[in-house]
């Protein structure tokens, strides 16, 4: 059996339907564009995140090659200063000038082909 609702048109009803309207909470008419700002609000917010991780992993690579070439360049200092310091030997520095063809006074400089690169060293 259908149920029927009876409606009385008096004051009585017509005050307690209007109450009952009033009550009742506003449709959410905007919700589907706050739903949709919010969704791009996040889009935006994760892209800048993944824009952010990017970079840091660029910086990583650049901080890799930077130990690398700051290795390569304290080793070449490091040669260079042992260079310097046989320079200042003057033992070094006279088999040095001897192996570039230089000699002093009556001397004379014979040049044995395998000996040449380990006096320079």
């Known amino acids: 059996m259908d149920k029927q609702v009876i409606r009385l048109n008096n004051d009585y009803t ?22 949709i700002f919010a969704m791009v609000a996040f889009s ?25 070439t700051h290795a390569n360049l304290a080793q070449d ?15 070094f520095l006279a088999k040095f000038a001897r192996t570039q063809g230089y000699s002093q006074g009556n001397e004379k400089v014979f040049e044995v082909p395998g000996m040449q690169n380990k006096e320079n060293q």
């Open 77 to 91: 200092n490091q040669t260079k200063s042992q260079e310097i310091q046989k320079l200042k030997d003057p033992d």
């Open 14 to 35: 017509n005050a307690k339907l209007k109450e009952k309207n009033q009550s009742m909470p506003p449709k959410r008419r905007h919700l589907g564009l706050i739903l």
């Open 44 to 68: 935006l917010a994760s892209l800048s995140l993944v824009h952010a991780y990017q970079n840091l992993q660029k910086q990583l690579k650049l901080e890799q090659v930077a130990v690398k």
